[in-house]
């Protein structure tokens, strides 16, 4: 089962993650830094209270949320559960926060990531190219209401 929880910095702490790539480390950083900010962000925990993952949002600009992520390999035990955890945290994002537009850019090589966006209902707007700090490719994706 998970749960979803409001973020606060001592779940960043708990975080059972190895980054792959220096950049995942940057990604840690500056969750850490819009968590303590005050922007809207849930934790996702397992029946042990271990995190799944961190899910972040970002205001853009006039009802506009950039939304991030971090996950722990903890995803993979429980997708359904973890799908329907981040279906709630999008109405969140769109309901109680009054966004008009959730946008999130995925690696364009992470396909399993592609299709994730998609099956949250997600819509593929275009290559954002050399956009990652690797220069790695991404697609801009974006649920509007």
Excluded at 5 to 23: G, Y
Excluded at 43 to 60: F, K, M, R, S
Excluded at 107 to 133: N, T
């Amino acid at each position: 089962m998970i749960s979803v929880l409001p973020s606060n910095i001592k779940h960043l702490n708990k975080f059972k993650f190895k980054p792959k790539r220096i950049f995942e480390e940057g990604s840690i950083i500056a969750a850490r830094e819009k968590i303590k900010n005050g922007l809207p962000a849930y934790t996702l925990v397992d029946e042990h209270y271990h995190v799944v993952a961190i899910i972040i949002g970002t205001p853009q600009y006039g009802g506009v949320l950039e939304a991030s992520a971090i996950f722990s390999d903890l995803i993979h035990k429980n997708k359904v559960e973890f799908h329907k955890a981040c279906m709630n945290i999008c109405a969140i994002f769109l309901d109680a926060y009054n966004y008009h537009r959730i946008q999130m850019t995925v690696r364009c090589d992470f396909v399993a990531g592609q299709k994730w966006a998609e099956s949250l209902g997600f819509k593929a707007e275009g290559i954002m190219y050399k956009y990652g700090a690797d220069k790695s490719d991404y697609i801009m994706y974006a649920k509007v209401v």
